[in-house]
């Protein structure tokens, strides 16, 4: 697939041209609802205060940014408390005061979003990739799908710069750590766009809170969780899988992802936990691998959606019961999957065992 035929009235050859359809579909409207995932990570939390900063400072347009789900992760919810950043819940929301809706880090119809029936979505700005994306996007007025590019932040700040905005502390700061996460500190699918985004926000940055927020106290919890996924972690030949069954938190399973990629000598990790009916899923490649591919293989034959870019890709299948067959049943399908895909015999797994063993 070609990713820049996703891009509907954004030309592709130029940022300005890009920020000007943008400017287009938002001049003239009186109030913008700002939507994402249902849990936002600080990719979409700082797009979406891009957004509403460009919204505000370029086209006089107020806005409201609405989430369905919860702040999960210690980083992000002081990432909302150090920049002061507002959200409404969507439920509380009165849809007729509002007469554009923009979707950022994610796209109409992803298994994690969730967009009111009634509601045309005009604006959509991701980086993702989707098979369905191109049929999904038709009827949006402004779709700026770029998977080439790192972050979503990065094409939002690119936005601000073309329109010669100087952003307030709070915004770029948050774009920044939204950039910073999702490149995983400018090392991750980054591309000269994410490098210049950076470079433009920086001098605005709040480099303060950005400590702050990168590294906050952490709940007791937390520890004990990590401690039970580590205990359900196989290691195959530079394949590292972790079956959670049932977790606390989706969070949890893209930080474990993280964590064991980087264990020496791991090409690809595969974590999976299941919260309420969901079962979520993370994978991580080393750089320069597929790992939309890897989860689409690990998820064929599954009723469930999926996205991803570069190195990094998540999904979640509804199961419709969640009882402890079901789900171990569903884990091992999963992991015999992932290994297939790799490549990888599925026997001879080694696991960390207890210091007195
Ligand atoms: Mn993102």
Redesign the pocket.
């Known amino acids: 697939m070609n990713p820049t035929s996703l891009a509907k009235n954004a030309h592709p050859e130029s940022g300005k041209a890009r920020m000007e359809a943008l400017r287009a579909v938002l001049q003239g409207r009186q109030r913008l609802l700002v939507l994402t995932h249902n849990n936002p990570?600080p990719?979409?939390l700082g797009?979406a205060v891009g957004l509403q900063e460009f919204a505000r400072k370029v086209c006089g347009v107020e806005s409201r940014f609405a989430i369905t789900g919860r702040i999960l992760r210690a980083e992000n919810q002081a990432m909302v408390r150090e920049l002061g950043i507002e959200m409404d819940r969507l439920e509380s929301i009165v849809l007729e005061d509002f007469d554009c809706f923009a979707l950022v880090?994610t796209q109409p119809g992803f298994g994690h979003t969730f967009v009111p029936p009634n509601v045309t979505v005009d604006i959509v700005l991701?980086?993702?990739v989707c098979a369905e994306s191109v049929a999904r996007l038709r009827d949006v007025s402004f779709a700026d799908v770029r998977p080439d590019i790192?972050?979503?932040?990065s094409m939002m700040a690119g936005h601000l710069l073309e329109a010669g905005v100087k952003p307030s502390r709070e915004v770029a700061t948050a774009l920044a750590y939204?950039i910073k996460?999702?490149t995983a500190d400018l090392s991750r699918n980054v591309s000269d766009l994410d490098l210049k985004a950076y470079d433009y926000l920086f001098p605005y940055v709040d480099r303060q809170r950005l400590v702050s927020i990168c590294c906050p106290r952490l709940p007791a919890a937390y520890f004990q969780t990590l401690k039970d996924a580590l205990s359900k972690v196989r290691l195959y030949d530079g394949v590292t899988l972790c079956s959670l069954g049932r977790t606390t938190s989706a969070e949890m399973v893209a930080e474990v992802a993280d964590l064991l990629l980087r264990m020496e000598g791991v090409r690809a990790v595969f974590c999976g936990g299941l919260v309420d009916n969901a079962y979520y899923m993370s994978v991580r490649t080393e750089l320069g691998g597929d790992a939309w591919r890897l989860i689409r293989d690990a998820m064929e034959g599954e009723n469930g959606t999926c996205g991803g870019?570069g190195s990094v890709a998540g999904g979640t299948i509804q199961l419709g019961t969640g009882d402890s067959r079901t789900l171990k049943r569903l884990e091992r399908r999963l992991e015999r999957n992932i290994l297939r895909s790799m490549g990888v015999s599925g026997s001879n797994a080694a696991v960390f065992g207890d210091a007195d063993d």
Do not use: I, K
Not at 150 to 153: D, L, M, V
């Open positions: 990570d990719d979409s797009g880090d991701d980086h993702h790192g972050a979503t932040s939204g996460t999702d870019h």
